[in-house]
């Protein structure tokens, strides 16, 4: 009987948090004229996606994000188990100071290099180019990742090494056969925590990016603000198929996610 009124207070709060989210679904069901007038009024159809997903190159956005994401998720996953296998696994003098320099990277403001940052990218000819957008996520992320992956390399049994010595497989092989299929709960972390704020990332395709054809979904959705009126519905409609798939991500991975980050916590 003690737990009930914190289940009563979780679950309140998680309908209050569900709120804004139903109200965006239903909106996203309705012309724009009745938004307004019935906020909570019963759906009419879905004519609102499909004038998203064609009229308002909301397919050509999508196409761009994904992109993106998925080019700086690998990129950024994969320097970051470079880096972290070593600090989590080998023992040698200033891996502390590594160590500490990638955590200072997490100190440090994102915006805060943006005009010379600017100025590298177009020097390298990447503005304007999703390649420059990758690298700046890719390289943003990897103090994060490699916070992460150290943590969970360094709980791994030494004896795995041995083991893996013992039967003729050397550090690279030990890695690829050994060590990679057990930090999937790290890499699924980290993963998702790469996914969420690219994919939502408004910031560098508003400064990097100039060619409509090549916006990504959170720029390309103000395009949908007119001079004089806003069309509500599509814009709803374009944010909840905006959302679908960070939640289908989160909805696989949150049990992979608890364990990365509870990695190295006994440590």
């Known amino acids: 009987m003690r737990a009930l009124p914190i289940k009563v207070l979780l679950w309140g709060y998680a309908a209050f948090s569900m709120a804004p989210l139903l109200v965006m679904v239903l909106s996203s069901l309705r012309p724009t004229s009745e938004i ?8 009419t159809g879905l004519g609102n996606y499909a004038k998203a997903w064609t009229q308002a190159s909301f397919s050509t956005y999508v196409v761009n994000s994904a992109v993106v994401v998925v080019c700086s998720v690998l990129l950024g996953a994969a320097v970051s188990l470079l880096a972290a296998y070593p ?7 200033g891996r502390g ?5 990638f955590v200072s990277g997490m100190t440090l403001p994102a915006h805060l290099g943006v005009l010379p940052l600017f100025y590298l990218l177009q020097s390298m000819g990447l503005v304007d180019s999703p390649a420059g957008l990758v690298l700046v996520y890719a390289a943003g992320s990897v103090p994060f990742n490699v916070f992460v992956l150290t943590a969970f390399f360094r709980q791994l049994p030494h004896e795995l090494d041995e ?3 013992l039967d003729g497989a050397g550090p690279l092989a030990t890695f690829w056969h050994v060590m990679l299929p057990l930090v999937r709960p790290a890499l699924a972390t980290v993963v998702v925590f790469q996914f969420v704020p690219i994919w939502n990332d408004f910031f560098y395709p508003l400064i990097l990016m100039r060619d409509e054809s090549k916006l990504t ?3 390309g959705l103000t395009h949908f603000f007119g001079q004089f009126q806003n069309d509500w519905g599509t814009l709803f409609a374009g944010l909840v198929m905006t959302t679908i798939p960070l939640v289908v991500l989160f909805v696989l991975a949150t049990r992979h996610i608890v364990a990365g980050l509870t990695a190295g916590m006994n440590r």
């Open 163 to 165: 083991a893996a010595a």
């Open 87 to 93: 600090l989590g696994r080998a023992a040698f003098r």
């Open 36 to 43: 307004f007038d019935r906020p909570l009024g019963w759906p």
């Open 97 to 101: 100071l590594f160590a500490a320099y």
């Open 217 to 219: 979904l959170p720029v």
